[in-house]
């Protein structure tokens, strides 16, 4: 609820009556005092008003209420500025007086905003004398609410906390304003929502600690879900919704993809894995076995994307979410199509720690749309920053840095990351540590068919960037052992260049009035796919932070509709590609075609001879 805190006002009370409430806290201390205004007010008005206090007495904690020593003056105001519902002074509250005109006629509705508008107003003043300091300014607090750290290139953390790009699933987005706002709008549904607890479980502990539990939260219910639900962004058949239990997550690791010759992975890619362990098994170290359980978080600047502008992503035009994906996904797409290899290093996390971490990564995933930066917000700078909001022992560790072997370094340094697991290569192999690109696997193979057939070409890539047809000459000449060489190397081209052709066509025709029947199927394909990434998206305009049980529903069956639409929009995407491809785009995948019927022909024919059996 917004209900406009402007700038502090003081107004001078000169003779006017004053009714004395006492919201009591109890006998041992002092009554919080509320001095109301009584001129103009009706006896039925004055009545309105009492009740009113009396309400939000039954929500006051009691830390709150004997912090607000000082006397406060509460006056029903006509001249607040539209839109506002309360204004908190020096030791002073204003309330729109059409509230009260409301409240006296009896209406529901607006007692209940009337009553979050007054707890909205005594939490600014709250915040303002709070033991320890104001609530706004605690680090903490900032961290949890979104105003997040930065870093810079040598790792230091700046001060200033810009914005916050929480902007998702939020119960009032006026609280994103400022800190103070956010304390505020965060304090009433604290008081008044039983299910705040739910849905923002790490701000309900920090105010639970700093006030004590709220006395009379409304709509109190079921127990909190001990599991957190995801939109699965894996390319498989799982369901569109799945959900994560830490209980059954044994380690987490930062999942560090190798660089390459590409200018926006020219540091590499920093994720974290999550160690899941399988159904039935008790967690311990034998889950590292189970990766097809495993899980990657991984912050990825747009959907579908592995090629990115660099402009764009200096510019801030790509937004930065977070993908949960399987970690065989990950595995294949780095080591298989982009030739990187993977390193995952444990971290050295207790088990409340890392269920601290997966609350925060649902958080993020529910709420976060931030923009990618390539030199001050990338991969590295946000995984950084969920480790600092999620674990808050390492707030205090100097871990930033906006490159990810920088981060990784700053882990070890600190302790937190165990190397030590690579000591032994063949071992760390043997354990998933380490996946290794199948650029090596590429190269033993083509050396295999350059010893054969005497190719020019020294490196396995020199070779397939060839044009298809000057490799063709060598495919007519090719024995059963050279030939399934170059077979594998084909296949492994045809995904380089269909990859190549996807960026191609985005980068060429998004936004464009070429083609606008196949265009616009590649948009809806984008469109629709984005939900991955942003899954607020199927929840719109319902409740607020982590989603409850009735929204699971209404997830899971969106989800699904969402997930068939996807998969129909990919084979129409398919179907219509050849008619946006440049000739030359098309002549390149038909020439690779062309050359695996070829070596598939050839290989048919060769083991015919010498088997004597003719393949099929």
Known sequence: MNTGCGRDRWVRFAAWPLLILGLWAGQARAALQVQLDEAGLAPPEIVATRQLLEQARTHLPDAMQAALEQPIRLRWSDTLDAGVAGHAGRNEILLDRELLTAIAAGDAAARQRALATLLHELAHLYDRVAPGGPMSRDPRLLDLAGWQVRATRIGTQLAGRRENRFVDRSPDRYELSKPAEFVAVNLEYFLLDGSYACRRPALHRYFAQRLGAPPAA???????????????????????????????????????????????????????????CAPGRVPGPDCRLDLSHHLVLSFRAFVGDVQLSSWRGLTGRYPSRLFVLPLTQVVDEYTKVELRGLRSTPLRLTPDEIAGLLERAAQLHWSYDGRYYFLSNNCAVETYKLLHDGVPRLATADLGSITPTGVLRRLERAGVADNSVFDDPAEALRLGYHFESLRPHFQQLFDVARSQLALPQARVEDWMALDPAQRRPWIVRTDLRSGAALLLLEQAAQRRQRLQVQEALKRKYLGSDEHPAEVAVLESLLQQGAYLGRPAQLLEGTGYGLPQAREREQLADEGEQRRARLKQLHADVEAGARELMTPTQRALLDGIAANRDLLGQRLRELHAEEGGVRLP
């Open 218 to 276: 409304a709509g109190e219910g079921a127990p909190c879900a001990r599991d957190f639900v995801y939109a699965d962004a894996g390319d498989g058949d799982a369901q569109a919704l799945a959900a994560l239990d830490p209980r059954r997550v044994y380690a987490v690791d930062y999942l560090l993809a190798d660089s390459n010759d590409q200018v926006m992975s020219r540091w590499g890619h920093s994720m974290l894995r999550l160690v899941v």
